[in-house]
T-cell receptor, first 116, second 111 residues
Framework: DTAVSQTPKYLVTQMGNDKSIKCEQNLGHDTMYWYKQDSKKFLKIMFSYNNKELIINETVPNRFSPKSPDKAHLNLHINSLELGDSAVYFC???????????????FGPGTRLTVL | GENVEQHPSTLSVQEGDSAVIKCTYSDSASNYFPWYKQELGKRPQLIIDIRSNVGEKKDQRIAVTLNKTAKHFSLHITETQPEDSAVYFCAASKGYSTLTFGKGTMLLVSP
């Protein structure tokens, strides 16, 4: 019954490796997001997808590439991992970004990425 | 773009006391202001939100106030309990756009 799920929960890897984090939501939402939460707990938006189309791409290195195979999934692929990529990555979803509606964002459980 | 400032960064209170967390925003077009609670090791979860056509909203022990003129909004928690201990985030958006979060306030409620 999990609304927004992410895998894996923990990811430990070496510098230079490529890794992916998967996200799925079963809420029927149109919009999905990726956030990075650093050690100081700051939540920073990375990407936002609406109906599989990229609508927000904050200043994120090209090594990060989101992929949305369908409306219910938004995966995050990271190339050439660096020490500074260590953080907790949260996926989230909301019903829509269209119109003037106000919508709660539902967060996944997070993926703690540690780059050694 | 929007900029949200949040204070204090940490707040320690005794059980039963009130706690107040304040946020300011920069974009006068912002019209939606949610508050999220994140317990240790858990995901952020919405606890209350307010829209720009409302000045105050209450839900049991928590309340949020909004001053559009001054561009600030606050979270008030009364009769705090140890289970209120968490990081609280304010956020702002234009409703249909993405949220801009404040940097969070770590609230510690001591028994």
């Amino acid at each position: 019954d999990t609304a927004v799920s992410q895998t894996p929960k923990y990811l430990v890897t070496q510098m230079g490796n490529d890794k992916s984090i998967k996200c799925e939501q079963n809420l029927g939402h149109d919009t999905m997001y990726w956030y990075k939460q650093d050690s100081k707990k700051f939540l920073k938006i990375m990407f936002s997808y609406n109906n599989k189309e990229l609508i927000i791409n904050e200043t994120v290195p090209n090594r990060f590439s989101p992929k949305s195979p369908d409306k219910a999934h938004l995966n995050l692929h990271i190339n050439s991992l660096e020490l500074g990529d260590s953080a907790v990555y949260f996926c989230a979803s909301s019903p829509s970004t269209s119109g003037r509606a106000f919508h709660e964002q539902f967060f996944g459980p997070g993926t703690r990425l540690t780059v050694l | 773009g929007e900029n949200v400032e949040q204070h204090p960064s940490t707040l320690s209170v005794q059980e039963g006391d009130s706690a107040v967390i304040k946020c300011t925003y920069s974009d006068s077009a912002s019209n939606y202001f949610p508050w999220y609670k994140q317990e240790l090791g858990k995901r952020p979860q919405l606890i209350i939100d307010i829209r720009s056509n409302v000045g105050e909203k209450k839900d049991q022990r928590i309340a949020v106030t909004l001053n559009k003129t001054a561009k600030h909004f606050s979270l008030h928690i009364t009769e705090t309990q140890p289970e209120d201990s968490a990081v609280y985030f304010c956020a702002a958006s234009k409703g249909y756009s993405t949220l801009t979060f404040g940097k969070g306030t770590m609230l510690l409620v001591s028994p």
